[in-house]
Every structure is written in C-alpha cells, then in structure tokens.
C-alpha cells in the first residue's frame, strides 16, 4: 500500500491533527494487532458494544480507561505467590498481557462493563449536548419589519 504525504495539510489546516494522525495510522504499514479478537456492534441509534473475547482473564486481571477520545482495555494475568504449578500439555488458550485501544467519536461515553463468559462486554453511548443538535428555525408569518431611515439632507 502506497504512503500518502499528509504534511500539505498540516500547514493549511488548523485543529485537525487528531483526524490526519488517524489517517496516518490507518494508512501504515504496521499490521494491526489481532489478540484478543472483538466485536463492535450498535445495540440503538446512538447506543454501542464493544465486545472482546478475554478467555481466562478474570475482573481483576482487566482495566479500562476512558480518556480523551480514546478507550484502552488492558488484560495481564495476576501471579499468584503459593499456588501450585501446573504443567501444561498443550496451551490453546491465550493468557498473554494485552492492550486494545479504540479511538471513540466526539460525545462518546462508556456507561458501563460487564464481564460474562470470558466476554467482556463495554457499553457506550453517544450523547451530543443540546447546543450541537441541530434546530428548527420558525419562519414567522407576519409582514416583514421595515426600519425607517433618515435621509441626509445635502447642504
């Protein structure tokens, strides 16, 4: 896949940084992490799932943290002191440490996290404030106002 030069835009834009660093990131050649496996799905018109398969993880082991608009779940097994070891025979089960980040839309909100079935299941919503929903402007009905002026008298 070609590169696409973005640093014309730096120099004619101003605020839209966060939007040509996620086109760079999508453009680059880096493969894109694959564990754990995830879903994203919309649950209503403005309501979102985030599902990532954590197969052997339990609650303590997971975090997530909401900052910015970014959203990154973190998953490391917790070594327990004393408990038995176990030889494995065969390990099909992933345990490895991971990180996951999503970059959330402006006015995305996590409103909860469940963990059920080696699924964690993330809830967002997307809330847009009052002031940014678009309105109806009433035409009024009425005869339009007319202001009069005063004409300057020549001298």
């Known amino acids: 896949m ?16 966060r939007l040509f660093n996620l086109l ?7 493969s894109a992490p694959s564990y754990p496996p995830y879903n994203i799905e919309r649950t209503a018109e403005n309501a979102y799932r985030i599902t990532v398969a954590v197969a052997g993880f339990g609650e303590g082991d997971l975090s997530i943290e909401s900052k910015e608009n970014a959203l990154t779940v973190k998953g490391e097994k ?11 025979l065969h390990q099909g089960i992933a345990a490895r440490a991971f990180e996951r980040r999503f970059q959330l839309a402006d006015y995305v909100q996590v409103t ?10 993330i809830d967002l919503v997307r809330e847009i404030p009052e002031a940014k929903k678009p309105r109806q402007i009433p035409i009024g009905g009425g005869s339009a106002k007319v202001l009069e002026a005063k004409v300057a008298k020549a001298a």
Not at 2 to 17: E, M, N
Not at 24 to 30: F, G, K, L, P, V
Not at 81 to 88: M, T
Not at 112 to 121: D, M, P, R, Y
């Open 2 to 17: 070609r590169h696409f030069d973005l640093s014309p835009l730096y120099r004619s834009t101003v605020g839209f940084d």
């Open 24 to 30: 760079d990131q999508a453009t680059s050649n880096e």
């Open 78 to 88: 917790q070594i327990v002191e004393g408990a038995e070891k176990r030889e494995v």
């Open 112 to 121: 909860g996290a469940s963990l059920e079935n080696g699924l964690l299941h």
